[in-house]
């Protein structure tokens, strides 16, 4: 067996493009940048957020006696704080492309003005960069009050600042830029590309896309929704692949397999409060459905939920693959997130085939998905923001529920492990054997809970 190449493809290379948001304060523009960033990272496309509002207030501390508003309307030194800011956040976007060839830039502002945002499209055309704006207009009261609320609990911006401060500092940010507001329409804006979310994607007008890119970004934005949830997650129960050390195959669950299977029913009884509109989702290999079988819920089975492919490694152990393929064994290890397995794949392949999963993800509210440890380190990379080069070696053991609780600006982790035992498949780098002797909470982060409850027969 020879090693492969692995070539940093991307569908999207030689792209550059800059998300341009527009709209008042508490529409949602940093939740949905982040979203942005967070998703097209994971599909490998280099991404990066500038978020003006840094810019202004270093620029304010710098420049402003301290006490005064930035957003006062005809002060001279705040005028000027404003548009310094303004040019910071660009000139970093500019510099940014100095570094990255291609990729997506996120200008997060509130860009509300038409002067404003002809200069910002006229810069970035200068340089070979296709503006998309991105607008979010909402004029739904009860959506308004609830992202404000969100931006008190979990935005960094907001962090430590009472309810009370965070409410008028957004209501008087708004008066301010509402005395400019210029909603994008397509009698006015029609020779730019833009996408324009009504009400937090209630309705969605799009003008001028003409890449898939852009396409994979209107998409993605139409999906997003603000609503509270929780994703759950599980691997299948232990298999008898597990207990040989074999990867890859389609074995039946082991006996403490079948353990956890029995406990996965109360365990969800247990900790899942909302049943009514749960959703269990498994892949298309035994010990996955096996685990799901006492489950009383509607069930989707997904391809796409597939363990990794190992290819001609399938049904060996590591220490097979060590012995027989030693050169594959150390450039998986070199390179754990691009090693693509002789007529298989890699962690990178299991991501592009991913998409629709995530897609569905954020646009579900309730759903139990019950898969394997690679396609379960893609999935929670994307929700916590992992980095590629770490997603790989992230502990997922066996026998345990995470619940991954999805509020506006982060993600809350927690693991119940079953109390049923069973053994690690996590290998280690540099050697062959199975086991973790690290702290697993340092590749998994979230706090545990350990459930006894329910009766396991
Ligand atoms: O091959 C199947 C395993 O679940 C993937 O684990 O990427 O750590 O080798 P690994």
């Not at 990867?247 to 109360?266: N, P, V």
């Not at 992230?394 to 079953?418: C, E, F, G, Q």
């Given at each position: ?25 508490a ?5 949905i ?5 967070r ?9 990066a ?45 500019l510099k940014?492309?100095t ?21 910002l499209y ?20 009860a ?44 009698e006015?804006?029609?020779?730019y ?32 929704h ?47 409060p909302?049943?009514q ?59 754990k ?8 794949e890699s ?7 991913l ?41 997922i ?5 995470i619940k ?18 069973a053994?690690?498949?996590y ?23 350990s ?7």
């Amino acid at each position: 067996m020879s090693t492969h190449p692995f070539p940093e493809y991307s569908t999207f290379n030689s792209i550059r493009i800059c998300v341009v948001m527009v709209g008042l304060p508490a529409r949602g523009k940093s939740f949905i940048s982040q979203k942005i960033k967070r998703y097209l990272s994971w599909l490998s496309v280099p991404t990066a957020s500038f978020n003006q509002s840094a810019y202004r207030e270093k620029r304010a501390m710098d420049l402003l006696p301290e006490g005064s508003d930035v957003f006062t309307l005809h002060d001279e030194q705040a005028a000027k704080v404003r548009q310094l800011a303004e040019n910071d956040c660009i000139e970093a976007i500019l510099k940014w492309y100095t570094l990255h060839d291609a990729g997506v830039t996120i200008y997060d502002g509130a860009n509300t003005s038409r002067q404003i945002r002809k200069r910002l499209y006229d810069i970035l055309a200068e340089h070979d960069v296709q503006t998309v704006f991105l607008e979010s207009f909402c004029d739904d009261e009860a959506k308004i009050q609830a992202n404000v609320m969100d931006i008190n609990r979990t935005s960094p911006e907001y962090a430590e600042k009472s309810t009370e401060y965070t409410v008028a500092d957004l209501k008087k940010k708004t008066r301010f830029y509402n005395s400019m507001y210029e909603p994008m329409d397509v009698e006015h804006d029609g020779q730019y590309t833009f996408i324009k979310l009504l009400n937090l994607s209630s309705q969605i007008l799009i003008n001028r896309i003409d890449s898939y890119l852009q396409s994979r970004i209107v998409f993605y934005v139409m999906n997003l929704h603000v609503k509270p949830r929780y994703i759950w997650l599980s691997r299948h129960g232990e298999s008898q692949y597990n207990l040989e050390g074999k990867i890859g195959g389609d074995a039946d669950l082991s006996e403490r397999g079948w353990k956890y299977a029995r406990k996965l029913k109360h365990m969800v009884d247990q900790y899942i409060p909302d049943q009514q509109n749960l959703q269990v989702w498994t892949s298309t290999l035994k010990r996955t459905q096996q685990t799901a079988s006492f489950l009383q819920f509607p069930k989707k089975t997904w391809k796409a939920l597939d363990e990794l492919d190992a290819g001609s490694c399938d049904g060996l152990t590591y220490d097979e693959i060590a012995q027989r393929f030693p050169k594959d064994f150390k450039a998986r290890d070199d390179n754990k997130f691009g090693y693509r397995y002789p007529g298989g794949e890699s962690y990178r392949d299991v991501i592009t085939r991913l998409e629709p999963i995530i897609m569905e993800l954020e646009n579900q509210e309730n759903v139990l998905v019950i898969t394997h440890q690679a396609v379960l380190r893609c999935i929670y990379a994307y929700f916590m923001n992992v980095q590629q080069k770490d997603s790989p070696w992230m502990s997922i053991p066996l026998h345990t529920l995470i619940k991954l609780d999805i509020r506006a600006y982060n993600t809350i982790v927690t693991r119940i492990k079953a109390d049923i035992p069973a053994v690690s498949t996590y290998k280690e780098k540099g050697t062959s054997k199975l086991g973790e002797t690290s702290d697993e909470s340092k590749n998994l982060a979230g706090s545990i809970i350990s459930s006894s409850t329910g009766q396991v027969v």
